[in-house]
């Protein structure tokens, strides 16, 4: 499976934008960008994909680089519930089977 | 979207005995679900992948024999947790295909004493 790296943390202020990079130099024409998020003691939450151009949804956007080794998920307004681990995985077209990386904690100051 | 359920949400069982989990697929049939085991400060750990209408298949270092998975029908599988350990607490996470990617049940923390 191709992998991704992701900061194992960062702190943003409530109101401010958060950039969240990843890293996935291995990744493979097929391969979609999946982000998840998870809150604690839940399961993972759906939050963008993409393949190529940037994405943009009620809840984040994404940035992907053009030669698609590193994205970056942006959260336009950060709040005190978008505190959460941060997850960015590689998805080959087609398939289900997400496979997590470490992710990345985001603690939101009030 | 897809909506998962799972059940129990939060079980404690003794050492040794048997816990069953079920998770659903209330909106979307589902061929192909995943069950996930996280333990705590940990990521998210692919357990197997449950196969309806057939065997279900696990990830390397994942006993077949203590995690027995059925996939009976296209809304439901289930993870047997045979023989409990303490060793086996955890929580467990099961996703099904969605429209835009898999969906994430919300999980079951089992505690075994």
């Known amino acids: 499976d191709a992998k991704t790296t992701q900061p194992n943390s960062m702190e943003s202020n409530e109101e401010e934008p958060v950039h969240l990079p990843c890293n996935h130099s291995t990744i493979s024409g097929t391969d979609y960008i999946h982000w998840y998020r998870q809150l604690p003691s839940q399961g993972p939450e759906y939050v963008i994909h993409?393949?190529?151009s940037n994405v943009n949804n009620r809840m984040a956007s994404l940035a992907i680089a053009e030669d698609r080794k590193s994205s970056t998920l942006i959260l336009h307004r950060a709040t005190l519930r978008d505190a959460a681990v941060y997850y960015c995985?590689?998805?080959?077209?087609?398939?289900?089977?997400?496979?997590f990386g470490k992710g990345t904690k985001l603690t939101v100051n009030p | 979207g897809a909506v998962v359920s799972q059940h129990p949400s939060w079980v404690i069982c003794k050492s040794g005995t048997s816990v069953k989990i079920e998770c659903r697929s209330l909106d979307f049939q589902a061929t192909t679900m995943f069950w996930y085991r996280q333990f705590p400060k940990q990521s998210l750990m692919l357990m197997a992948t449950?196969?309806?209408?057939?065997?279900?298949?696990?990830e390397q270092g994942v006993e077949k024999d203590k995690f027995l998975i059925n996939h009976a029908s296209l809304t439901l599988s289930t993870l047997t947790v045979t023989s409990a350990h303490p060793e086996d607490s955890s929580f467990y996470i099961c996703s099904t295909k969605g429209a835009r990617g898999p969906y994430f049940g919300p999980g079951t923390r089992l505690t075994v004493t």
């Open positions: 995985i590689l998805l080959e077209g087609g398939s289900e089977k997400l496979v």
């Open positions: 993409g393949l190529t």
């Open positions: 449950s196969n309806e209408g057939s065997k279900a298949t696990y």
